[in-house]
């Protein structure tokens, strides 16, 4: 048995130092961003805020949605073809820069994956997406996904240390998921003791994958925009949003009404609701690792999207950061005690 003594870091442990800026206004804050990716070569412009592959969360209404923003959405894996047809059949060519198919590693998996595909061949991005990304069957369909596909976009995840980062980048990804056990419906931390503190795996992984030119995602434990913000500081390419895009009138899960108050079912992909829905229940060899939750229903998710951007923007002017590519060079974290003043609730 060893034990690690570094201190390991996530959102709550730090805030950003503010640093002397010539910029005048958030408005002049650019957070477009470009990125070459390193297998397949392709150039991707846009806002590298990503929805996550949740059915709750990743939906093709989400996805128009978000689209106006230039963000990503991960489209969750249990749309059937027919719905992807519908969905894609008038589609300009941006919003297939604005969408990731995902899949699990499954027989079925790669064949719905390599239908999806032919029938539509201007997908761009693929999220193969996995509870654990450390086992050798996962980096051999990463491969696999890689050879059959030589010119997608590959994201692979999720993992939260550099040497498994590096692993997936040689092994065909492009891009590397990064987070076990930080989500907001996510117990894996209690039911498993696995996991690691986000910014630290955030500033460790986006430093491996940086040294291959590869890319990293940020996924899970945002909170608020302070905390997007400080996970593009730690040096993450992408950030990765479940719960703070979660209530919304383009969100899945069913409306629940208590007297005056409404809200929206909101679920762990690995929790027994998830599983009941999809798997016809939780398999008898596993625990589920998802919370089951109702938030508070939000409208429209362009509103959240506009206090989020303003939030990033806002931290790009305080330390000084014209577009957020220079986010992380402007960024010093200070370690802390306490965040906010919490008078008020
Ligand atoms: P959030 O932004 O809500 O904090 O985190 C979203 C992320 O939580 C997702 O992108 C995914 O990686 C993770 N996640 C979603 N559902 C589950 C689940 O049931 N169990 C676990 N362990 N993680 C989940």
Redesign the pocket.
């Known amino acids: 048995m060893r034990i690690e003594s570094d201190i390991k870091l996530g959102f709550k442990d730090v805030l950003f130092r503010p640093k002397r800026s010539t910029l005048r206004s958030r408005s002049q804050v650019e957070l477009s961003r470009t990125f070459r990716f390193m297998h397949s070569g392709r150039e991707w412009t846009g806002v590298p805020i990503i929805a996550?592959?949740?059915d709750t969360v990743g939906t093709f209404e989400k996805a128009r949605a978000l689209a106006e923003h230039k963000m990503i959405t991960a489209i969750h894996k249990h749309y059937s073809e027919a719905q992807w047809d519908e969905f894609l059949e008038n589609a300009d060519e941006d919003l297939y820069h604005r969408i990731m198919i995902s899949t699990g590693t499954s027989d079925n998996d790669f064949d719905k994956l390599c239908n999806l595909l032919e029938r539509h061949p201007q997908l761009y991005f693929i999220c193969i997406d996995v509870?654990n990304g450390y086992s050798e069957h996962f980096v051999s369909f990463v491969t696999k996904v890689r050879a059959c596909f030589p010119d997608k976009v590959i994201i692979a995840g999720?993992v939260v240390t550099g040497e498994m980062v590096e692993e997936l980048l040689l092994g065909g990804a492009d891009v590397v998921k990064v987070?076990i056990?930080?989500?907001?419906?996510?117990?894996?931390r209690v039911k498993t003791g696995v996991g690691y503190p986000q910014l630290s795996a955030i500033i460790e992984c986006a430093d491996a994958a940086h040294g291959l030119s590869g890319q990293i995602i940020g996924?899970?434990?945002?909170t608020c925009a302070g905390d997007v913000a400080k996970g593009f500081g730690g040096g993450a390419d992408f950030m990765?949003?479940?719960?703070?895009l979660a209530g919304h009138d383009e969100s899945g899960g069913e409306v629940v009404q208590e007297g005056s108050e409404t809200f929206k079912r909101f679920y762990?992909?690995?929790?027994s609701t998830?599983m009941d829905k999809h798997s016809g229940g939780v398999a008898g060899y596993r625990a589920s690792?998802?919370k089951t939750v109702k938030v508070p229903y939000r409208g429209p998710v362009t509103n959240t999207v506009q206090d989020i951007l303003g939030g990033v923007r806002s931290t790009c002017t305080y330390v000084g950061a014209a577009k957020l590519k220079e986010l992380t060079k402007r960024t010093t974290f200070i370690r802390v005690q306490e965040q906010e003043n919490r008078i008020f609730g």
């Open positions: 996550a592959n949740m509870a999720n987070g056990g930080p989500g907001s419906v996510c117990t894996t996924d899970g434990g945002c990765m949003l479940g719960g703070m762990g992909m690995s929790s998830a690792e998802g």
